[in-house]
């Protein structure tokens, strides 16, 4: 064996007792889509997620209708700390839909909500909370399915604001939304009302007078107020966005195009405040304008994310199309879709079904963001309800996985110093025991 190669097996032997990785790295690579995450991802449809610190680290919480999350048995909620999938007690007895998060004094807990009557074995009404060991009910829960929560201080105190389809919430009247501050339910003035009676989205926004709650869905009226799809709360009572929009609002994100933050909107209306913005609109607190030329079908999710080519609003959904101005030629963008303020973008070739849940999530090998639904492939991989779209640290070859060829790359570049180390992961100009630690820490991932 050579001198070189000794050097190595001694190096292998000593990072993979610690495994220190730098602050900043290399990326040579453009942002791409990794496969199944925690093989073979989830086995059913995946209604949202969230980013939440349980005391043991951030990990990556999703709810939906899937019972096993890789190999594990996870009755519809589960967790990923980016390296392995594990359940949460025995879970739910039907769909979650909504996974949240809220602090009433005595430390951050996890909520879930959706269509379920039990959580870990326990009767809990379309609502239940979990405190890292156990389930338990929220309140005496809803009166029928939570979609969403949110939380926020209206001047009352912070409190977990929670919304559906509901008429009830701890048994007082509460229409499609309510206030939980840890101990009691409160209502928002009359709720909302009309149509389906459902409340989809909440977001926080400041429109120059103050933070105030947005919330969006299937409802015409808060109280007697005409709000369509659309309203604002400010701690005391309920107002209309413009006329609001002609159908229903599934997300709510704020997000800064270069113009100042502005309130966006998705869903699946194709007009708001009589401007017609097909499935996606922007709300700047005094009037509405479409994103660009819209997309070709419903909106179902945002996040926000830079993923290397500057920030953006990122869209999920049923769509396949975007369009940068009205009568501009399609973009082909396959349920996700990436715009800058100016122009849409695709992610690759996308997912071959919807998207539903987006969240940005650091597994460990860089900031990326986390794609769920119902797509069992997103670009050209097999990624079964859910997806990774960003850098790979570790990935010498650009082919979004970390493995022998990666590990070969470095072996051949070992000791190049200057500006061209093919093997230099993390970027301080030469190939060596560092560089060799972050390849062991990520080798496997995306294979």
Same mark, same amino acid.
């Given at each position: ?9 001694? &190096? /292998?032997?000593? &990072? ?25 991802? /989830?086995? !059913? ?25 890789? $190999? =594990? ?28 998060? *809220? ?27 979990? $405190? ?13 399915? =939570?979609?969403? *929560? ?27 939304? #309510? @206030? ?15 149509? !389906? ?27 007697? /107020? ?7 709360? +400010? ?62 079908? #419903? ?19 049923? *769509? ?26 695709? /992610?690759?070739?996308?997912? $071959? ?9 650091? !597994? ?6 986390? #794609? ?13 309800? %859910?997806? @990774? ?7 010498? !070859?650009?082919?979004? +996985? ?27 100009? $030469? ?6 630690? %972050? ?9």
């Amino acid at each position: 064996m050579s001198e070189r190669m000794h050097t190595l097996m001694a &190096v /292998l032997s000593a &990072v993979t007792m610690s495994l220190a990785l730098p602050a900043a790295f290399a990326q040579p690579c453009e942002p791409t889509w990794s496969g199944s995450v925690g093989v073979p991802g /989830l086995n !059913d449809t995946v209604w949202n997620t969230v980013v939440f610190d349980d005391g043991t680290g951030l990990a990556l919480y999703g709810g939906g209708d899937f019972t096993l999350s890789g $190999d =594990v048995v996870a009755n519809r909620i589960a967790k990923w700390d980016g390296y392995a999938w594990s359940a949460l007690g025995t879970g739910m007895n039907d769909t979650v839909y909504a996974v949240g998060y *809220f602090d009433a004094g005595t430390g951050p807990v996890l909520y879930a909500g959706g269509w379920f009557t039990e959580a870990g074995g326990v009767a809990a009404d379309y609502i239940a909370e979990w $405190d890292g060991n156990t389930w338990s009910p929220v309140g005496g829960g809803t009166n029928n399915h =939570v979609q969403r *929560f949110l939380a926020f201080d209206d001047g009352t105190g912070s409190a977990l604001y929670v919304s559906g389809r509901f008429t009830q919430a701890g048994g007082l009247p509460a229409s499609g939304i #309510a @206030r939980w501050d840890g101990a009691t339910w409160s209502p928002l003035g009359e709720g909302l009302s009309g149509v !389906d009676n459902s409340v989809e989205a909440l977001a926080i926004y400041d429109d120059g007078t103050g933070p105030a709650l947005y919330a969006g869905g299937y409802f015409t009226r808060a109280g007697v /107020l005409e709000v369509n799809g659309i309203a604002r709360w +400010d701690g005391s009572t309920w107002s209309a966005l413009g006329s609001g929009v002609d159908g229903g609002v599934w997300t709510l994100m704020v997000f800064d195009d270069g113009n100042g933050p502005a309130l966006y909107a998705g869903g699946d209306f194709q007009e708001a405040g009589g401007v017609a913005a097909d499935y996606i609109a922007r709300w700047d607190g005094n009037a509405w304008s479409a994103v660009g030329g819209g997309v070709s079908s #419903a909106v179902a999710e945002f996040a926000v994310f830079d993923d290397g080519a500057g920030p953006g609003l990122f869209a999920g959904g049923w *769509f396949h199309w975007a369009y940068d101005c009205d009568g501009c030629p399609p973009k082909l963008v396959n349920h996700i879709a990436k715009w800058d303020g100016n122009a849409w973008s695709a /992610l690759g070739s996308g997912a $071959d079904d919807g998207v539903y849940a987006l969240s940005v999530f650091d !597994d460990g090998i860089g900031p990326a963001v986390y #794609a769920a639904g119902w797509f069992d492939a997103a670009g050209d991989r097999p990624a079964h309800h %859910i997806a @990774r779209w960003g850098f790979v640290l570790g990935d010498l !070859d650009c082919d979004a +996985d970390v493995d022998h060829s990666d590990l070969g790359i470095l072996l051949s570049d070992w000791g190049c110093t200057g500006d061209d180390c093919p093997g230099d992961a993390d970027g301080d100009g $030469d190939t060596d025991h560092a560089d060799l630690a %972050i390849l062991l820490a990520h080798f496997g991932f995306g294979s």
